[in-house]
T-cell receptor
Framework: EDQVTQSPEALRLQEGESSSLNCSYT??????LFWYRQDPGKGPEFLFT???AGEEKEKERLKATLTKKESFLHITAPKPEDSATYLC???????????FGSGTRLQVQP | NAGVTQTPKFQVLKTGQSMTLQCAQD?????MYWYRQDPGMGLRLIYY???????DKGEVPNGYNVSRLNKREFSLRLESAAPSQTSVYFC????????????FGPGTRLTVL
């Protein structure tokens, strides 16, 4: 059974204080690892897809990395507008569905 | 280009009532999905449609039915609503087997009393 654990559950940062969010996963075979951002009251917004260990992708202050068992979302010099819940979702090679973690709720204070 | 749209945005039902949640996408995607999101449990797949004319059960299908009306539209029906179905429902779509990024709608917040 596919499993996903995101940590920490909640993270409070000061503006400019860099940190990392963790996504640990167990799948029989990884087809892709997806990261989404979700603002309160809205649907998840796609950020990145990573396909193989060692791959990295960047978007503004965010950088996602992937190993065989984990993915990290690094946030460099965050701003208050980066406050959101970040969701990761691995996709098993044998399944179409994504398995979502319960997310990390990030709050960036000015 | 509206992406994925859902109606209604909010709904309150009494136990035993029925309703249909509507979803439409204008991205010419083949696959569509229904998820529910509950606090602390992440998004869970209810049903999906890999292509027009096909539907399959996801992780939590009990109490729900779906219809893939055409390539654009995918509806979710609650025949006899129960308080356990109080949740936020999201519809998503993706291009297909090799383009599996799922794009989500804004959600429907459903309360069953």
């Amino acid at each position: 059974e596919d499993q996903v654990t995101q940590s920490p559950e909640a993270l409070r940062l000061q503006e400019g204080e860099s940190s990392s969010l963790n996504c640990s996963y167990t799948v029989s075979g990884l087809r892709g690892l997806f990261w989404y951002r979700q603002d309160p009251g809205k649907g998840p917004e796609f950020l990145f897809t990573l396909y193989s260990a060692g791959e990295e992708k960047e978007k503004e202050r965010l950088k996602a990395t992937l190993t065989k068992k984990e993915s990290f979302l690094h946030i460099t010099a965050p701003k208050p507008e980066d406050s959101a819940t970040y969701l990761c979702a691995p996709q098993d090679t044998g399944r179409r569905a994504l398995t979502f973690g319960s997310g990390t709720r990030l709050q960036v204070q000015p | 280009n509206a992406g994925v749209t859902q109606t209604p945005k909010f709904q309150v039902l009494k136990t035993g009532q029925s309703m249909t949640l509507q979803c439409a996408q204008d991205m010419n995607h083949n696959s569509m999905y229904w998820y529910r999101q509950d606090p602390g449990m992440g998004l869970r797949l209810i049903y999906y449609s890999a292509s027009e004319g096909t539907t399959d059960k996801g992780e939590v299908p009990n109490g729900y039915n779906v219809s893939r009306l055409n390539k654009r539209e995918f509806s979710l029906r609650l025949e006899s609503a129960a308080p356990s179905q109080t949740s936020v429902y999201f519809c998503a779509s993706s291009g297909g087997f090799t383009t599996d990024t799922q794009y989500f709608g804004p959600g429907t917040r459903l309360t069953v009393l």
